[in-house]
């Protein structure tokens, strides 16, 4: 790929950001992004480094966001096991599995799904990042 097709995957991947309601994330990437010191200052070092810092936002994030969550339930309520609460599962209605086009169930934090894309998105960075080297 060349400089102009990382810089319009930026842009889209940006755009998509925002569009999503993650403005606020994609300004805290943008910021670490223009801190870094790159290499250089192509699009392809700046894709990179957004998408990188992506992934880890979405490791760490899922995982502070969750802890905090079960800490407060611990404080408030117990399992009729009287076990502590190790996770959250919201059971869905068969109306909302339609809607939603899911199980009966979803698990909250750091679940396989969301596993899954920070493993697709690794693995696109190792793609883009040999696709640059090519050049």
Known sequence: ???VTFE???QYVRREMRNLGFGE???RIVDDVRAADLE???ASAQ???YLDR???EMTLGSEAAVRRVISAFQD???TESGDPIDGIRIVLSDADQR???TGPSVDLGGGPELQDLIGDLSRLLNDLSESREVQ
């Open 99 to 101: 809607l939603m086009g």
């Open 40 to 42: 250089s200052r192509t």
């Open 1 to 3: 790929m060349d400089e």
């Open 47 to 49: 894709l990179i480094r």
């Open 8 to 10: 319009g995957l930026l």
């Open 76 to 78: 408030v309520a117990t």
């Open 54 to 56: 992506l992934r880890v």
């Open 25 to 27: 994330l994609d300004g």
